[in-house]
């Protein structure tokens, strides 16, 4: 059967933003880069693309300045299952494009013979815990009267936006912190149990971002952490595909973040505090936490002694234990917080 092999080229000026939805779209790892006249340029990888991301933090860069043009390729005419399967195995590259000789992809070889065909899924019994205890200060004194999991954005509560986003991805095992005085929120969720698979994690005391971690049982698989008061534009399974292959311990969701500062700013010799250079209102770009994370079970190993405590608090233990910690970079676009009044106006007004 032949593979609809147009899906996987893409130009090489297109964004990485362009590259990261094709990729989503095609189910696989890798794209071959072509030029203007479809001959072949190299691959590009999500890797790749997420590597440059968290250098240069810019989804508008073009993929030619990125992409790996000594990529391993075979000519149709020796083209040898045997050494391409060697090859994938021993280098651990997603596909090898095949070229013919006027050096334009013809087709290209995946371990798993068709397109259509993927690797056993065995992240749908990844449980996702919903971080959503807290007092929801910040909306005060709109959180007097409604639970802050239950802020409607378009016609549904935050909390819902966020266990749809897992289970339209295939991910319904839920454990939900929540405080147990918290009786409007309980009797919301409970008239949802035939339609998502949860349990309640009871905070009896505030616990902090990270406390009701301490109260979980029976973790054997990797898990996500995600706070209820944030929207997400991403694929769960991305980041787990992030994770695993970078071998983290785990794996935070940050957002690229643009800020221009209003003033000239001013640069200085560090030793003789001489002006070297002003930057008029110079442009920023960093990677905020978004209160998303993917971990590994032997993350609970290393939770703080004392009960109330965020998720800094374990971060730090963990690095400080030389643990891999990964960021997996998403666009300004792709997360929202609806946890402070300044955002959450800014969202209503934009879905009107």
């Known amino acids: 059967m032949k593979k609809p092999l147009k899906k996987i080229l893409i130009q090489s000026s297109s964004s990485i933003t362009n590259t990261l939805k094709k ?24 890797g790749d693309i997420r590597n440059e991301i968290l250098k240069n933090k810019d989804f508008t860069r073009k993929i030619i300045n990125i992409c790996n043009t000594n990529s391993i390729f075979f000519n149709k005419e020796n083209f040898n299952k ?12 997603p ?8 050096f334009k992809p013809i087709d290209y ?23 959503a205890g807290g007092q929801g200060k910040r909306l005060q004194p709109f959180t007097s009267i409604l639970p802050k999991p239950l802020i409607p954005v378009k016609g549904k509560p935050v909390l819902i936006h966020i266990m749809n986003l897992f289970k339209s991805n295939g991910f319904n095992n839920f454990s ?8 409007v929120l309980k ?7 035939k339609i998502y698979d949860f349990n309640y994690i009871q905070e009896n005391s505030p616990l902090g971002t990270a406390g009701a971690l301490k109260k979980l ?40 973040k643009k800020f221009t500062i209003p003033y000239g700013v001013c640069e200085l010799n560090k030793k003789s505090g001489k002006l070297i250079k002003m930057d008029e209102k110079p442009i920023k770009f960093v990677l905020a936490n978004t209160g998303f994370y993917f971990c590994e079970p032997k993350v609970l190993e290393f939770l703080p002694k004392k009960k109330n405590f965020g998720m800094n608090d ?13 960021v997996f970079p998403i666009k300004d676009t792709d997360w929202q917080d609806t946890g402070n009044w300044f955002d959450y106006m800014n969202i209503i007004q934009a879905k009107r």
């Open 23 to 46: 990729l989503r779209a095609t189910g696989l790892k890798c794209l071959i880069v072509v030029d203007k006249k479809k001959k072949y340029l190299g691959t590009i990888t999500d």
């Open 82 to 93: 045997p050494k391409a399967d060697k090859i994938i195995k021993d280098k651990g590259i």
């Open 95 to 102: 596909l090898i494009p095949i070229i013919n000789k006027d």
């Open 109 to 131: 070889y995946i371990p798993f013979g068709d397109f259509n065909i993927k690797p056993i899924d065995k992240s749908k019994g990844n449980r996702v815990i919903i971080m």
């Open 176 to 183: 939900i912190s929540i405080n147990s005085k918290n009786n």
């Open 187 to 193: 009797s919301y969720l409970n008239e949802l149990k």
């Open 217 to 256: 049982k029976n973790i054997k698989e990797a898990f996500f952490i995600v706070n209820c008061d944030n929207l997400f534009r991403i694929n769960p399974k991305d980041l787990i595909n992030f994770h695993n292959e970078n071998n983290n311990f785990l794996t935070l969701v940050a957002s690229v």
């Open 314 to 326: 374990l971060i730090n233990i963990l690095q400080k234990k030389k643990k891999k910690i990964g």
